[in-house]
């Protein structure tokens, strides 16, 4: 299984202490020498700059209209250019570049002082704006995030004392705050500004965004439905009420749809008995909304990883409506599996998540979760 991550957002720092100051860093060696084939400019002076065949015009306004599905604010505005490049960089389908500045060591003073660029990447394989929906929204995401946490708290995603530390649910995880990615216990997996994108993206993006996580699970590298969201140990961003309050209150935009998730918890697998005498295996999960109408439309799917022969496999049950368990015909794998389980509304086109469980299946009649 091969799993892409989005690149850390590459800062470029303008830091104004004891006069030092360091430069917004420069687009690719594509921009600097060759010539856009195709160019847009929105309503709001954002620049949408194709550097690929396979973006025109026409395509570049249709992704505008796409960024604007995503939920925004006063801080659309300060973003300045969207590029689409032919790069396939690997291990990152787009990045997010920003300017920022400071006087006092407290950071009391620290603005966004150039407008924020957005490069998307494989723009000659990704032709559609559907293909690029999620990852420009996980890079808008950033955007917002920083805009807003240096607007109202003056501080950055790296910052432990921000609010958002407080009622994400990061205690006891290994959630990196630092700046230094050069760090030895670094990991973009931990990085706080990673998982603000991806909650950004799941409850704010754009219908496209978050239909690109369904579409996934059908794909060959994919990882299920949240193959976009990195982080699945901690709890999903859609279970929190604190949290979407908590941006809506930076930005004062309202909420566009009201939460009404929780992790869909897998609870027990029972060994049970086949038709033809084997083993099959029964995976039962607790609802993923405590409102009985959106629990019954929920279509749930279970989703396993485990090492065979060295290698990590996964596997998945069907989507299933309105169940709260399934049957896996023939049994799992006599193994140590680790299971998730995701519930999708398809009226809202919002996704849940549960943190991932381990069961110990190597006597197949007897499953025995593994507390970690």
Known sequence: ???????????????????????????????????????????EKIEFISYSKSWNQAKLKALYAELMKNLHGKELNYLGRVILSPEDVEGELGVANMSYSWMDDDLSEIVMDEPTEIILYGADSNKTVESMSSTLSHEYGHHFTYYW?????????????????????????????????????????????????????????SPNAKLSMVNSLRSEDGKGFYGEIENESLPSAMTLASVRSYWLRLSGLKDPLPLVFKEPKLTKIQAVESEDGGIDHKLTYE????????????????????????????????????????????????????????????????????????????????PVK???
């Open 149 to 205: 946490l240096i607007a109202k708290e003056h501080k950055l995603p790296s910052d432990s004392t921000t609010k958002w530390a407080s009622i994400r649910g990061t205690r006891g995880y290994p959630v990196l705050f630092s700046e230094d990615t050069s760090l030895p216990e670094y990991s973009h997996y931990w990085d706080p500004g990673e998982i603000m994108a991806d909650d950004y993206m799941a409850l704010f993006g």
């Open 370 to 372: 593994i507390e970690h």
């Open 287 to 366: 609802a993923g909304s405590v409102n009985s109408t959106v629990a019954q439309r929920l279509r749930y799917s279970v989703y396993w990883t485990y090492e065979d022969d060295g290698e990590e496999t996964f596997d998945y049950t069907e989507l299933t409506t309105g169940k709260r368990s399934v049957t896996v015909t023939g049994g799992l794998p006599e193994a140590e599996l680790t299971f998730t389980v995701y519930a999708y509304d398809p009226a809202t086109k919002q996704y849940v998540y549960a943190r991932p469980v381990v069961y110990d299946l190597s006597d197949s009649e007897n």
């Open 1 to 43: 299984m091969k799993l892409i991550y989005r690149k850390s957002i590459l800062l470029a720092l303008a830091i104004m202490i004891m006069g030092v100051v360091s430069g917004l860093s420069s687009s690719s060696a594509w921009a600097a020498s060759g010539k856009p084939i195709a160019t847009y400019v929105s309503p």
